[in-house]
């Protein structure tokens, strides 16, 4: 089994500033790692697959990056709609695999 | 519209069986792998089980693995998950979700909450 493991657990940002998430795989996924958003009481949200590739709709201040076993997501300058929490996941093995999500909150 | 509805969940006693159904509208059904992740109160998420287009070839978490069935009916495009010896571990808002065979799960339904409790 692949293990995802996010950092940090939580992130502090102010309005504006630069977000930078991190994801790490046990083993090597290739490119096969999706980054999710999941705001409370919702489901969640495809923000990049392939591990750089943003889903439709996703404003570019989204951006991902990475292959093998080290992944990052950045949100250049974080907006009021960004503060949730977010979820890497890993589709390169059986079983699917998710991170344990990094939140992020508002400084 | 791209629309995921999920029913079933309720609460079930320890033990016990339930069937969750994921209605699809607005795209393709049978041309897509499907998938069931779930989410305990306060926790993050957790793949459940996939199915392939065909429904050929069906995948599942080791936690669900004997006692959870996926399944689907291209015909009415319709998703199904069935639950049986239910444990409290397994109450969750459980997510019918499009994709997660071949590549990521782009599109998800709102969820439907299962309860395991006596």
């Known amino acids: 089994e692949r293990v995802m493991t996010q950092s940090p657990g939580t992130l502090s940002v102010s309005p504006g500033e630069r977000a930078t998430l991190s994801c790490r795989a046990s083993q090597s996924v290739n490119s096969d790692l999706a980054w999710y958003q999941q705001k409370p009481g919702q489901a969640p949200r495809l923000l990049i697959h392939g591990a750089s590739t943003r889903a439709t709709g996703v404003p570019a201040r989204f951006s991902g990056s990475g292959s093998g076993t080290e992944f990052t997501l950045t949100i250049s300058s974080l907006q009021s709609e960004d503060f949730a929490v977010y979820y890497c996941q890993q589709y390169n093995n059986w079983p699917r695999t998710f991170g344990q999500g990094t939140k992020v909150e508002i400084k | 519209e791209v629309q995921l509805l999920e029913s079933g969940g309720g609460l079930a006693q320890p033990g016990g069986s339930l069937r969750l159904t994921c209605a699809v509208s607005g795209f393709t059904f049978s041309s897509h792998g499907m998938s069931w992740v779930r989410q305990a109160p306060g926790k993050g998420l957790e793949w459940v089980s996939s199915?392939?287009?065909?429904?050929?070839?069906?995948f599942y978490a080791d936690s669900v693995k004997g006692r959870f069935t996926i399944s689907r009916d291209n015909s009415k495009n319709t998703l199904y998950l069935q639950m049986n010896s239910l444990r409290a571990e397994d109450t969750a808002v459980y997510y019918c979700?499009?994709?997660?065979?071949?590549?990521?799960?782009?599109?998800w339904g709102q969820g439907t909450m299962v309860t395991i409790s006596s």
């Open positions: 199915i392939v287009n065909s429904g050929g070839s069906t």
């Open positions: 979700a499009k994709g997660g065979v071949f590549w990521a799960s782009d599109i």
